[in-house]
């Protein structure tokens, strides 16, 4: 699967451009891992050096940074790979927690 599509690098912010959004940021794309709970949800993306930010649900819920390389290299305990959720709606990271 690709994880990024045209339109998910159309409809995600620059880095650093929801900053004082807070909770109120808007995740654009989601990722998961198919055979465990962990997911992604991304709020902005810099294309330059392929790092998103966003909300990370895995152990804990935490905000912060991951590439598109270190989501792509991931797998689950059954080995499948991270997966685009295609049917996302953004939603506020308010919501997501």
Not at 3 to 24: E, F, V
């Amino acid at each position: 699967m690709q994880l990024l599509t045209k339109a998910n690098l159309k409809a995600l912010p620059a880095q650093g451009s929801t900053i004082g959004q807070g909770m109120d940021a808007v995740a654009q794309v989601k990722f998961f891992t198919p055979d465990s709970y962990w997911t992604w949800y991304a709020v902005e993306y810099n294309p330059d050096c392929q790092l998103f930010y966003g909300l990370v649900d895995g152990i804990e819920k935490e905000v912060g940074y991951w590439g598109l390389e270190e989501l792509a290299e991931i797998k689950g305990p059954f080995g499948m790979k991270i997966e685009r959720d295609r049917h996302f709606n953004p939603t506020p990271l308010s919501q997501l927690m």
